[in-house]
């Protein structure tokens, strides 16, 4: 998922997954885009994590071009928190999706059809967001 840096290659590139996940619902959508980061961005956290002695893990995290230094200790923890946003966010679209499947009338509940019709705004920028995190990996790698 690694695009070069700038709104118009991130909206490009969310435009091109939307594009591909057509099929799917637009909680789907957010998911399968939230899974793929989960794929990257789950063995970047471990090996984030391997302790100063672990000599196997710190091997493990060279051969990943994993090498936090501690002036970049911050810069996780915010990465970490902006993922953790990113989920909650998926979680919301997904439970505004299951419950107007679950029999609600959205005439009978004005804020929930307001709500849906915001959706794919929401899902849009969960993708934006996917991509912005999925660059900045090489932030932490040392590349930038």
């Known amino acids: 998922m690694n695009t070069p840096h700038g709104e118009h290659h991130a909206h490009q590139t969310a435009m091109s997954i939307l594009d591909q996940l057509r099929s799917y619902s637009w909680d789907g959508k957010a998911i399968l885009v939230l899974a793929a980061l989960a794929l990257e961005y789950g063995n970047f956290w471990h090996l984030v994590q391997v302790p100063t002695g672990d000599h196997l893990g710190r091997s493990l995290a060279q051969m990943n071009r994993v090498h936090i230094v501690e002036r970049?200790?911050?810069?996780?923890a915010d990465y970490n928190s902006l993922v953790k946003n990113l989920l909650i966010?998926?979680?919301?679209?997904?439970?505004?999706?299951?419950?107007?499947?679950?029999?609600?009338?959205?005439?009978?509940v004005p804020a929930l059809a307001e709500a849906m019709q915001?959706?794919?705004v929401a899902?849009?920028?969960?993708?934006?967001?996917?991509i912005v995190?999925?660059?900045?990996?090489?932030f932490f790698l040392g590349e930038s």
Not at 72 to 76: G, H, K, L, P, Y
Not at 96 to 108: F, I, N, V
Not at 133 to 138: G, Q
């Open 72 to 76: 970049n200790r911050q810069a996780v």
């Open 133 to 138: 995190c999925a660059n900045h990996f090489d």
């Open 118 to 120: 915001e959706i794919p």
């Open 89 to 108: 966010a998926v979680e919301c679209i997904t439970e505004l999706e299951r419950l107007s499947t679950k029999g609600y009338d959205l005439k009978d």
């Open 123 to 130: 899902v849009y920028w969960a993708i934006i967001t996917t």
